[in-house]
């Protein structure tokens, strides 16, 4: 059985820059025992792009 943890990562209103470095927050988890699965971007809001993406990863229960 696995566990899920979303990590949100919030981008910039100009720009759409993210908030955090995604490498940093990859390389935090990993060293917590975390698995990456994927980067999920939503569905786009009113201006044509995301606001956030997902950070998704998976460890053994």
Do not use: C
């Not at 955090?20 to 044509?48: C, M, N």
């Amino acid at each position: 059985m696995h566990e899920y943890k979303f990590v949100k990562i919030n981008l910039s209103a100009f720009g759409r820059k993210p908030k955090e470095d995604h490498h940093e927050v990859i390389e935090k988890y990993a060293k917590e025992g975390w698995r990456l699965v994927q980067i999920f971007a939503p569905a786009t809001s009113g201006y044509g792009s995301a606001n956030h993406y997902e950070i998704i990863f998976e460890k053994q229960k």
